[in-house]
Structure formats: C-alpha cells, structure tokens
C-alpha cells in the first residue's frame, strides 16, 4: 500500500499560526508522527506541503496508473475554492480521506462548504493532528 499525504496552503505555519485554532502541532511532528506509525506495515508514505494548486494537482496526477495508491488530503483554503483539486482527485479515481485540524462546521460560514467531502472516502474534522493519525490508521486497518 502507497499513502501520499497532501497539505494546502500554510499548513507549513502549523505551531505558529494561530495555536489557539490549529494547535501547537507542526507539520514536521505530524510526518514524524505517521512514519512512526507506518513504521511496521507494508505500506509507504510520501509527504508533501505546497501553497500552489496546481503543485497538489501535479501530485495526484502523478499516482494515476500506480498500484495500491491512497491519498490522506488536508487541503486547507482549497478546502472551499479548488475544483481543479476536485477534478484531479475524480480523473485519477485514487481513493482519499479528507483531514481538517479545526471543525470546518463549527467556523465561519464560508469555511462549511468542502468541494471534497462528497467524493471522499470519509472525513475527518476538527480532531486536530489527531485526524491524520486516525485516517492512516483507517488505511492500515481497514483497506486491503
């Protein structure tokens, strides 16, 4: 099994940018922490960051034709904005499980609509860097 895990725009600010919503919890501790948990499965992991769009299409793009391909996505902003994001992930049909930190339905109204959760395996919102361990968990578990 092949998981890449995908994060949006400043996701690469988690720990400093506004703690009091997305915690304390970097990026960086939560690849740590899934490598750690991956560490005895059969499976691999490609972690990636990226502030440009068409970056995260280039990715899922990249995994069509590939065997075993599963996608942990946090898209932050594209969360309510991307539908090339959304018609990469329904070219490639790789299944994915959609990961927010904060509880998108519990903010602002703008921030309810996912262009996402529809066409996801499941999501995951507002568990914090919880979420990401929880959905690789999902993955190793129950996905054959």
């Known amino acids: 099994m092949n998981i890449t895990v995908l994060n949006g725009p400043n996701l690469n600010l988690l720990g400093k940018r506004e703690p009091e919503i997305y915690g304390l919890t970097t990026l960086v501790d939560i690849e740590r922490q899934m490598r ?5 499965a059969n499976a691999t992991l490609d972690f990636m960051q990226s502030n440009k769009e068409y970056e995260l ?22 969360t309510h904005t991307s539908v090339a994001l959304r018609d990469a992930l329904q070219a ?8 927010h930190l904060s509880n ?21 919102s507002g568990l914090g860097a919880n979420g ?7 993955l190793l578990n129950h996905t054959k």
């Open 36 to 40: 750690d948990l991956i560490k005895d």
């Open 132 to 138: 990401y361990l929880l959905a690789l968990n999902h």
């Open 57 to 78: 299409v280039d990715a899922i793009q990249a995994l069509l034709g590939k065997e075993s391909q599963f996608i942990i996505l946090n898209p932050a902003a594209f």
């Open 92 to 99: 490639t049909k790789i299944p994915f499980i959609e990961v």
């Open 104 to 124: 998108i339905y519990a903010r602002e109204d703008f921030r309810k609509k996912s262009y996402f959760s529809d066409i996801a395996m499941g999501t995951i």
